[in-house]
Nanobody
Framework: QVQLVESGGGLVQAGDSLRLSCTASGGAFSSYCMGWFRQAPGEREFVAAISRSGGTKYYADSLKGRFTISRDNVKNTMYLQMNDLNPEETSVYYC?????????????????WGQGTQVTVSS
């Protein structure tokens, strides 16, 4: 079983950048596809996903190239670089691990979740 801990959230202004980290322990990190989700009041929505090797990435259409997902399997850590943030992206950001092969945008296909990190974007 893998444990996930997010970090890097905080309060920023509109247009600023922020990098989130997700550190895994207790399992073989490189054997999991990983994803980022976010939740404001309402449904938890997909942000980005990355394959086990990091060679394949997929993003939500709304991000318009502003976010970059990456991972370092030596450090057991995944990242989300977020640029040009806007207030509507204020949310709790969660990382998740998927034990089966293939990227997914669906919450119920992920097996493990972190506790989340708050990102607040002021106008």
């Amino acid at each position: 079983q893998v444990q996930l801990v997010e970090s890097g959230g905080g309060l920023v202004q509109a247009g600023d950048s922020l990098r989130l980290s997700c550190t895994a322990s207790g399992g073989a990190f490189s054997s999991y596809c990983m994803g980022w989700f976010r939740q404001a009041p309402g449904e938890r929505e997909f942000v980005a996903a990355i394959s086990r090797s990091g060679g394949t990435k997929y993003y939500a259409d709304s991000l318009k190239g502003r976010f970059t997902i990456s991972r370092d399997n030596v450090k057991n850590t995944m990242y989300l670089q977020m640029n040009d943030l806007n207030p509507e992206e204020t949310s709790v950001y969660y990382c998740a691990a998927k034990g089966t092969v293939g990227l997914s945008t669906r919450r119920n296909e992920y097996d493990y979740w972190g506790q989340g990190t708050q990102v607040t974007v002021s106008s």
